[in-house]
C-alpha cells in the first residue's frame, strides 16, 4: 500500500509488484480483445459456486463440469495465467484441478468478480492520460474512511468512481459517493460503472454520471472520456 497526502484527506491505495503488474496487463488485453472467451469464463465460472471456489491462494476447477465451450474460455485464462507464471502449482484430484496462485492479489482477482470491472476502469483512466489510483483508502479530515474502487486524481477535481459487476446495488451505495464529496473541501464528481444497469434507482438525485460496460472496450473508454471531460468543463465554469 501506498500513502499520498492532501490538506483536506489522505488516501492508501494498493501497488503490484513485476509479476501482478505483468498478470494484469495481459489479462486486461485478453478481456479488452477476446471479450466473449471472457464473458463466458466470467459468468458461467468465475461466478458459479458450482464450478469454482477458493481456498486461501487456491482456485479449486471442477473440471468434469466443464461443457466445450467453457473448458475453451477456461483453457485460454489458465495459460494465460501459466505464461505469466502466476500459478505456482497444479494439482488434478478427483475431477478437480487446484490452482496454486503467486501471491495474494492474484487470488483475490479471481475471488472478487468485480475486480476486473475496477482494474479495466482504471486502465481506460490511465490510457485516457487521467491519473488515477484503484483500491483506494480515503480518509477525510474528520478521520472517515471511505473505500474507492477508483479514484481519478486532477488536482483541483477528484472524481470517485464507483464499480458494480452485480445487480445487487441499492441507492445505498450511490449514497456512499454523495456523502462522500460533501465531506472535502474541493471540486469533486462520482461516477457509476456497472455491467448491468437498473431502472429504479435514481442517480442523477446523487449527482452521479452512469456508464454502462457492454463488452466493447474502446466505446467504454470513449464514453469514459466524454463524461469525465465534459464534467471538467462544466465544474470550471
Known amino acids: 500500500m501506498e500513502l499520498q497526502e492532501n490538506y483536506d484527506y489522505l488516501i492508501c491505495y494498493n501497488t503490484l509488484d513485476p509479476i501482478e503488474e505483468n498478470f494484469l496487463m495481459n489479462i486486461l488485453q485478453l478481456i479488452i480483445n477476446y471479450p466473449l472467451i471472457w464473458f463466458n469464463f466470467l459468468e458461467n465460472v468465475l461466478k458459479n459456486k458450482i464450478m469454482i471456489s477458493f481456498r486461501n491462494r487456491a482456485l479449486i476447477v471442477s473440471t468434469e463440469l466443464l461443457t466445450r465451450q467453457l473448458k475453451n474460455s477456461f483453457d485460454h485464462v489458465f495459460q494465460l495465467m501459466k505464461n505469466c507464471n502466476v500459478v505456482i502449482n497444479t494439482i488434478e484430484k478427483k475431477g478437480f484441478l487446484i490452482i496454486y496462485v503467486y501471491s495474494e492479489k492474484i487470488s ?12 479495466i476502469t482504471a486502465y481506460a483512466c490511465r490510457e485516457i492520460g487521467f491519473p488515477c489510483y484503484r483500491g483506494v483508502l480515503f480518509k477525510t479530515k474528520d478521520r472517515h474512511i471511505s473505500e474507492i474502487d477508483v479514484l481519478v486524481d486532477l488536482g483541483r477535481v477528484l472524481f ?13 451505495d450511490l449514497k456512499k459517493i454523495d456523502n462522500l464529496r460533501k465531506r472535502i473541501n474541493c471540486l469533486s464528481y462520482g461516477i457509476f460503472v456497472c455491467t448491468k444497469a437498473t431502472n429504479n434507482l435514481d442517480f442523477k438525485r446523487y449527482g452521479l454520471g452512469l456508464i454502462k460496460y457492454k463488452y ?4 467504454f473508454k470513449e464514453d469514459l472520456k466524454d463524461l469525465i471531460g465534459g464534467r471538467i468543463v462544466s465544474l470550471s465554469f
Open 108 to 119: 483475490e482477482f479471481f475471488q472478487n468478480s468485480g475486480f476486473w470491472l475496477e482494474y
Open 160 to 172: 470517485f468512481i464507483e464499480c458494480k459487476d452485480t445487480y445487487s446495488y441499492t441507492n445505498l
Open 216 to 219: 466493447n472496450y474502446e466505446v
